[in-house]
Structure formats: C-alpha cells, structure tokens
C-alpha cells in the first residue's frame, strides 16, 4: 500500500472513530482551509479559532468575565445560572461579532409541550433585518408535537428531562443575534449554553443556517405539503423534522412522496421518494426507531414525529428549489388524504436572503399538540 492509499484509508477510518454521539458528522475534508477539521483532527492545534461559550453565567462570552454573579455561597458561587422566562418575556442569548461559527446549543427548563412549542427561537446572520431561523423551540431541538422522547441524532440529542442539543455548524462573517421569546402562558424556568469559534475563515458565499417551521391542521386534499417553499439563489438542503398528527386512525396515512424541484424543474421533480417512512429510511409502515441519520422518534396514540438528515447524501441547488410532500393514504388502495402535518426545515444559504414566510401563531402551533397525563 503506497503512502497516499494509506493516507486516505486512515481518513475514512477517522470518520469512523472521531465522530462522537449526537455530534455532526462532516466529511473528512476540512471545514475551513488551513483550520483544520474539529470533529476528525482533534490533535490540530494551530488552527486560529479561539474558543468562546455564552449563558447566563458570561452574557456575552469575553474572555475572563464567566461566573462573577454571586449567590448565597459568595460570589462566583453559581449566582446566575437560569432565569425565569415568563410569558411574553423575550430575552437574549447572544449578539457576538464574527468571523465565527456557532458549533452547540444546548437548552433546558421547559418541559411541557405547550411550552416546547410556545417558546420560539430566532436568529440573525450579519445584521440582516429579518430572522434566518424562526421555530417553536421543541421542533427546532428535534422533536415535534411538544413531546420529549430521548434520543439522538447526527443533527439533536435528547434527554429524558428535556436536555435539548443541537449540533449542527451555525457560520456567521460579521454578527450573530439569537433569542428566545415565550409567546405562551406559563412562566418557565430557562437554562441555557452557546459553544462557538472565532477568528473562522469563510469564502464570502458561505451558508448560513436557515430553519423553517411550517403547520397545516389540517392539510388540503390533492396538494402537497410544503417542506421549503421556494427558496432561489444557490443552497444546501440538510434535512427536515416532520410531524404527523393522523386524523383518519383506520388508515395508513404514509403513502406520499418526497418531491425536490430544483434548477428549473417545473411540473415533475428532479429528486423523488417513494413514500412517507421511505423518505426518512424506514419501510412497510412507521416504526418508532432513531437512527444518525434518519429514524422516527415518535409513534404514539396516531402521534409521529420522524427525521431525515442528508449529510453524508448532500442535496444542492444552483439557482432554486422547493421540496414538498403528497397527502396519500392506503385503505383498500391508495387514497387523497387530508392531516395534521408541521415541520422544522434546515437548510444552509448565503445572505442577504429572502425573508421566511410568515410563522404560524401560538394558537395555530399549540392546538392539538400532545397531551401529557397529569
């Protein structure tokens, strides 16, 4: 085996080995040129980024300024680890400069899943005015319906008690704003972290990441369920968090394809599926089984939430795209159907982009969600 076959079967086994549980798995070529990969390299130690977190503790992640809040044990003792984000309330959770990349986000204290779906969070990349991410924050952490189910993923991992991370690369040039608002009723407990780089290296093209949340309750018979609704310029699809509330129990609500139009397709799709649980890997039926990169997290009481991240199997587009997904049912042959279906889209893209469509209000997101036994 000569030097450079070696080299790349070392490579591909560092995918193998380094990729850590729940962490984003990227391709063995760097990120960043002359950064070095963090996820497959972790012995790079030259590589210009400056490490950086914020929470409560350090608001706004300056070197030395963690930790100052006192508490009943004296100061730096723990004094400023969560707030009480009451109904209404918007706060913070960051407005750092760049160049940088947020790398985690891990969030914790609301538990019911009217709050999961209440609590929305937004983000800005590099002072544009509109929000790049706009979600309940329960489907943005990969879960839908409100409903906490630990497991993981390539993209989110979940505690039992609502230990919400995500792991997916978040770049930014010059600014990054994200928030969190309650538009619900209960007051609710918030623990929080953001991990980030700075002092990246990005072409001026880069992606930032975008997130979508979309709800029809129900949805319209003969027409397709939106994932991303039109979106021009060029970009990468990563995946999607889908809910289904199944309205009609007697029948098999799955039959619908995936439809990706891209590049000037009109009438028929570039990219296409062959059904609901195909799409995200599964066959014959929905099974409540979480894999890396595709699985269901959910199939209870006709309630399914499922996932599907296109990382290893990328999905670009040059000048437009729009992926949506058939309404078709199964009971004693294929049938048109109407459900209860919302999604958190991910997609990266450079800015300025165009604004997200409107998000659905509290009421529409919150209505027939899951129910917890009290």
Same mark, same amino acid.
């Given at each position: 085996?000569?030097?450079?076959?070696?080299?790349?079967?070392?490579?591909?086994?560092?995918?193998?080995?380094?990729?850590?549980?729940?962490?984003?798995?990227?391709?063995?070529?760097?990120?960043?040129?002359?950064?070095?990969?963090?996820?497959?390299?972790?012995?790079?130690?030259?590589?210009?980024?400056?490490?950086?977190?914020?929470?409560?503790?350090?608001?706004?992640?300056?070197?030395?300024?963690?930790?100052?809040?006192?508490?009943?044990?004296?100061?730096?003792?723990?004094?400023?680890?969560?707030?009480?984000?009451?109904?209404?309330?918007?706060?913070?959770?960051?407005?750092?400069?760049?160049?940088?990349?947020?790398?985690?986000?891990?969030?914790?204290?609301?538990?019911?899943?009217?709050?999961?779906?209440?609590?929305?969070?937004?983000?800005?990349?590099?002072?544009?005015?509109?929000?790049?991410?706009?979600?309940?924050?329960?489907?943005?952490?990969?879960?839908?319906?409100?409903?906490?189910?630990?497991?993981?993923?390539?993209?989110?991992?979940?505690?039992?008690?609502?230990?919400?991370?995500?792991?997916?690369?978040?770049?930014?040039?010059?600014?990054?704003?994200?928030?969190?608002?309650?538009?619900?009723?209960?007051?609710?407990?918030?623990?929080?972290?953001?991990?980030?780089?700075?002092?990246?290296?990005?072409?001026?093209?880069?992606?930032?990441?975008?997130?979508?949340?979309?709800?029809?309750?129900?949805?319209?018979?003969?027409?397709?369920?939106?994932?991303?609704?039109?979106?021009?310029?060029?970009?990468?699809?990563?995946?999607?968090?889908?809910?289904?509330?199944?309205?009609?129990?007697?029948?098999?609500?799955?039959?619908?394809?995936?439809?990706?139009?891209?590049?000037?397709?009109?009438?028929?799709?570039?990219?296409?599926?062959?059904?609901?649980?195909?799409?995200?890997?599964?066959?014959?039926?929905?099974?409540?089984?979480?894999?890396?990169?595709?699985?269901?997290?959910?199939?209870?009481?006709? @309630?399914?939430?499922?996932?599907?991240?296109?990382? #290893?199997? &990328?999905?670009?587009?040059?000048? *437009? =795209? +729009?992926? %949506?997904?058939?309404?078709?049912?199964?009971?004693?042959?294929?049938?048109?159907?109407?459900?209860?279906?919302?999604?958190?889209? @991910?997609?990266?893209?450079?800015?300025?982009?165009? #604004?997200? &469509?409107?998000?659905?209000?509290? *009421? =529409? +997101?919150? %209505?027939?969600?899951?129910?917890?036994?009290?």
């Amino acid at each position: 085996m000569n030097k450079e076959v070696l080299r790349r079967t070392l490579l591909s086994l560092s995918v193998i080995l380094l990729v850590p549980t729940g962490a984003w798995c990227q391709s063995t070529t760097p990120a960043v040129a002359g950064q070095g990969d963090v996820i497959h390299a972790p012995y790079l130690l030259n590589t210009g980024l400056v490490s950086r977190s914020i929470s409560f503790e350090n608001p706004t992640g300056a070197p030395g300024a963690g930790g100052k809040a006192a508490s009943n044990l004296g100061p730096g003792r723990k004094g400023a680890p969560s707030i009480t984000l009451k109904a209404g309330q918007d706060v913070q959770l960051c407005d750092v400069e760049g160049p940088g990349t947020i790398r985690h986000i891990w969030i914790t204290g609301p538990r019911s899943p009217a709050s999961l779906r209440s609590i929305v969070i937004r983000a800005w990349w590099d002072g544009q005015k509109h929000p790049s991410i706009e979600c309940p924050i329960g489907d943005f952490m990969g879960f839908a319906h409100g409903k906490v189910m630990p497991y993981f993923s390539a993209v989110h991992s979940l505690g039992r008690n609502a230990g919400m991370n995500i792991w997916l690369p978040m770049p930014f040039a010059k600014r990054a704003k994200l928030t969190l608002t309650n538009e619900g009723t209960e007051n609710v407990p918030l623990f929080y972290q953001i991990d980030y780089t700075i002092r990246d290296s990005f072409p001026s093209d880069v992606g930032r990441l975008h997130v979508l949340f979309r709800r029809e309750n129900p949805t319209t018979e003969k027409r397709d369920f939106e994932l991303l609704p039109q979106r021009t310029g060029k970009g990468r699809y990563v995946g999607a968090l889908i809910g289904i509330r199944n309205l009609h129990p007697g029948q098999w609500w799955g039959e619908g394809e995936i439809k990706i139009y891209m590049d000037g397709d009109q009438e028929f799709p570039t990219i296409v599926g062959t059904g609901s649980e195909d799409y995200v890997c599964l066959s014959y039926g929905m099974q409540q089984t979480p894999y890396f990169y595709n699985g269901c997290n959910l199939d209870q009481n006709n @309630f399914v939430s499922m996932y599907r991240w296109h990382l #290893p199997d &990328p999905i670009y587009w040059q000048k *437009e =795209a +729009r992926i %949506t997904i058939q309404q078709i049912a199964w009971k004693d042959g294929l049938a048109e159907t109407q459900d209860d279906w919302s999604t958190a889209t @991910f997609w990266y893209e450079p800015v300025p982009s165009a #604004p997200l &469509p409107p998000l659905p209000n509290v *009421e =529409a +997101r919150t %209505t027939d969600i899951w129910q917890d036994k009290k």
